[in-house]
């Protein structure tokens, strides 16, 4: 492949917030949509599978081999703000935080929230990122992908986009996301937005372990009722397998005390399972996504 680097047998712990994850048998960072667009047509042109990540903070990566190609989006991250219109175009890899400074930099308005999210653009749809009643979804236009198997690349209208809660299309579809076009209300008032985006941030560093490395919430919430309570009032704050601990700060978050691994992590995902459900009759769905495990 021209003008590509991509390496054999990296570590991909390297590349998740909660800091474990096996080898990736080839691994590639583009720069650039171009590139990423090269890459995807050689792991199908090659037969390879094909595996997407992009901060890696909503993953959890078994200690296994990775066959075939590993891309990593973080790098992609070029965006074009238009402060007159509120038109936002960023590539996938665009960093949520950055996006959000930057938004509030150019008075556009609706992206503050965002601040919290260290994933990128790309991610963040794929999941459907939301806090409270606020989601990217809300902003979106239109998304670029290119089909992983016919290699056809087009735009899909937000319209014909069924976001649901944690849920998007793209997690049962062929489609990988290059790009995406939003829009912000434009000409608001930057210094009110950049306080505004200054305390989402610090009211999430209260109340999340940010300092630990994590992968946000474990779980999605049941309808009526938050993850979080269910497992505290359980008493499982604190709950520790091998160096994998439920965070003493939010009850929905599991953070990698320095030593733990993929196995740690699964092994008290379930044990939370399977104490919420004997002492609450309710089945936790996780929301962090899994590779390389029969989890399903
Ligand atoms: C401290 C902390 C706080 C968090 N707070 C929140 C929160 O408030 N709200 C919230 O919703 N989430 C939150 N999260 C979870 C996470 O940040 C979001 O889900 C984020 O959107 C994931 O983006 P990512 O780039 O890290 O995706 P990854 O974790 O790298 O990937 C997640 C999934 O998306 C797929 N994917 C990634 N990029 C693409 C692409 N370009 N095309 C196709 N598929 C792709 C991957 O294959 C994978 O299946 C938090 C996480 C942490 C660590």
């Given at each position: ?172 579809n062929n489609l990988i996301i290059i790009s995406a076009k939003m829009f912000f209300e434009p000409q608001g008032n930057v210094k009110e937005l950049l306080e505004t985006t200054r305390k989402n941030l610090k009211s999430k560093t209260e109340t999340q372990p940010y300092n630990l490395p994590s992968f946000g919430s474990i779980f999605k919430n049941p309808t009526n009722n938050y993850a979080g309570k269910l497992i505290e009032e359980l008493g499982l704050k604190g709950l520790k397998i091998g160096g994998a601990e439920v965070s003493t700060m939010h009850a ?45």
């Amino acid at each position: 492949m021209k003008n590509i680097n991509f390496e054999k047998n990296i570590k991909l712990s390297n590349y998740t917030t909660i800091k474990v994850g096996g080898l990736a048998e080839y691994f590639s960072i583009p720069f650039n949509a171009n590139d990423f667009i090269k890459l995807i047509k050689w792991s199908h042109l090659n037969k390879q599978e094909c595996q997407i990540i992009g901060a890696g903070s909503n993953l959890l990566i078994n200690n296994i081999f990775l066959k075939g190609l590993t891309i990593c989006t973080k790098k992609m991250k070029t965006i074009n703000i238009n402060s007159l219109s509120g038109i936002v175009e960023a590539e996938a890899g665009v960093m949520l935080p950055t996006m959000s400074n930057m938004l509030a930099k150019n008075g556009l308005q609706g992206g503050e929230w965002t601040v919290g999210i260290p994933g990128t653009v790309g991610g963040a749809i794929y999941m459907n990122a939301s806090s409270g009643n606020l989601s990217l979804a809300k902003n979106l236009l239109s998304v670029k992908v290119i089909n992983i198997k016919t290699l056809e690349i087009f735009d899909i209208p937000k319209k014909d986009i069924n976001f649901q809660y944690r849920f998007s299309p793209f997690q049962q579809n062929n489609l990988i996301i290059i790009s995406a076009k939003m829009f912000f209300e434009p000409q608001g008032n930057v210094k009110e937005l950049l306080e505004t985006t200054r305390k989402n941030l610090k009211s999430k560093t209260e109340t999340q372990p940010y300092n630990l490395p994590s992968f946000g919430s474990i779980f999605k919430n049941p309808t009526n009722n938050y993850a979080g309570k269910l497992i505290e009032e359980l008493g499982l704050k604190g709950l520790k397998i091998g160096g994998a601990e439920v965070s003493t700060m939010h009850a929905n978050f599991i953070v990698n005390s320095s030593t733990a691994n993929s196995q740690d992590i699964l092994d008290l995902i379930t044990v939370i399972q399977q104490k919420v459900l004997q002492k609450k009759g309710i089945f936790l769905q996780p929301e962090v996504r899994m590779i390389g495990f029969d989890y399903s």
